[in-house]
């Protein structure tokens, strides 16, 4: 049975901290790795990694994908209070159609 | 805003009712794709239309039922409710059938079942 998990589950940071988070994967036929952001509402799309070792930047947060750890980590620089949320990952084979999501892990950046 | 529209926001309902949640697709998406999210399983697949047509299957509960109609739009139909149904349910739509295409995720229904 595929398996997403990430960790932490849970983090605590003070404004202006760095960040990351870790998305590791025991899937077959491994296809696309995505993170989401999920603040009060609807996840929103962030990345997708389908290649090993290339980085995806977007501001202050960018990812990366390691296929021969079966991970991926997701950093976040000079953290704000507006990145308080839960980062989803979640991983697609190629025998599915649809998202495997790991459980996600919540931020919080206080003042 | 991602585009996807779910109704209603809020729905309260008691075990042993039938509810129906109603998602309308981004225009242009064929896709929809249904999630149940509660606190202690995440975000879980439950099944997938496109064009009208099933096409992916995740852990659908034999009580819950799916349909897309013409007009793209999807509904989830839920069944004899028991507590633990109580949970937030998403729908996503995307471009195509493959899970490569982004998936944009509408607010949600949050299910309350007493």
């Known amino acids: 049975e595929d398996k997403v998990v990430q960790s932490p589950l849970s983090l605590v940071v003070h404004e202006g901290d760095t960040v990351t988070l870790n998305c590791s994967y025991e899937?077959?036929?491994?296809?696309?790795l995505l993170w989401y952001k999920q603040e009060k509402k609807a996840p929103t799309f962030l990345f997708m990694l389908t290649s090993s070792g290339i980085e995806k930047k977007s501001g202050r947060l960018s990812s990366i994908l390691d296929k021969k750890e079966l991970s991926s980590i997701l950093n976040i620089t000079a953290t704000q209070t507006g990145d308080s949320a839960i980062y989803l990952c979640?991983?697609?084979?190629?025998?599915?159609?649809?998202?495997?999501f790991g459980k996600g892990t919540s931020l919080l950046v206080t003042p | 805003d991602s585009g996807v529209t779910q109704t209603p926001k809020h729905l309260i309902t008691a075990t042993g009712q039938r509810v129906t949640l109603r998602c309308s697709p981004r225009?242009?998406?064929?896709?929809v794709y249904w999630y149940q999210q509660s606190l202690d399983q995440g975000l879980q697949f439950l099944i997938q239309?496109?064009?009208?047509?099933?096409?992916a299957k995740g852990n659908i509960l034999e009580r819950f039922s799916a349909q897309q109609f013409p007009d793209l739009h999807s509904e989830l139909n839920l069944s004899s409710l028991e507590l633990g149904d109580s949970a937030l349910y998403f729908c996503?739509?995307?471009?195509?059938?493959?899970?490569?295409?982004?998936?944009?995720f509408g607010p949600g229904t949050r299910l309350t079942v007493l």
């Open positions: 979640a991983v697609l084979s190629n025998s599915g159609y649809a998202l495997n």
């Open positions: 899937v077959t036929n491994f296809r696309s």
């Open positions: 996503a739509s995307s471009v195509g059938a493959s899970g490569t295409d982004t998936q944009y």
């Open positions: 239309y496109y064009n009208g047509e099933e096409r």
């Open positions: 225009s242009g998406d064929l896709s």
